[in-house]
């Protein structure tokens, strides 16, 4: 009985390859537009900012996932009056998501996801400096990927951010790959 265990162990260590404890693990990456209306006393205002965004997630099953989401801002909306020049940016959003999903064919799968956030905003005004904030709230949103080889894939979603006094709307488009 001594010796069975650690033959029992080589063997388990030899089956599980490192292929094997890769299944079900994927990543994907993309471009990120994010649209809000802001609030600015005299009315709203339209902001639209970019960022390139990145997922890793895993399968725990066909039809239940989990996925770790972050994003880092690459296109601020800027606003001139005068000499007076303000501009908005994210500087940053991660996520954490359970996600649903479904097989609609063989290479397409459709999905919905809710989670938790956190982003950080950057507004800085010409000569008064600038100053970020940094909040926490929810995100959900829908989507789809399809697969074009056999562990490449196109995904597309949109995802609402309601964080504190904030409701933005994500859409992404990024291509992954299934490990």
């Known amino acids: 009985m001594k010796t069975f265990l650690p033959v029992l162990t080589l063997a388990a260590a030899i089956a599980v390859s490192p292929a094997a404890l ?9 471009y990120t537009h994010v649209t809000t209306d802001v609030d600015t006393g005299a009315g709203s205002a339209d902001i639209d900012l970019g960022a390139i965004s990145g997922r890793v ?46 097989p609609v064919a063989e290479n397409i799968n459709l999905f919905a996801r809710a989670g938790i956030v956190n982003a950080e905003i ?29 562990n490449i894939y196109i995904r597309g979603d949109y995802t609402r951010y309601d964080i504190e006094d904030v409701e933005a709307d994500a859409f992404t488009i990024g291509v992954g790959v299934k490990f």
Do not use: C, H, M, R
Request: proline share 1%.
């Open 22 to 30: 890769a299944e079900g693990w994927y990543a994907d990456g993309g």
């Open 57 to 102: 997630g895993y399968d725990i099953n066909p039809n239940f996932a989990v996925e770790g989401e972050l994003a880092f801002g690459v296109n601020d909306e800027s606003a001139t009056q005068g000499a007076v020049t303000a501009s908005l940016g994210l500087n940053y959003l991660v996520g954490a998501y359970g996600k649903a999903q479904i």
């Open 122 to 150: 950057e507004a800085e005004v010409t000569g008064l400096g600038s100053a970020s904030d940094s909040e926490t709230g929810a995100g959900y949103g829908v989507g789809g990927t399809v697969d074009v080889a056999e």
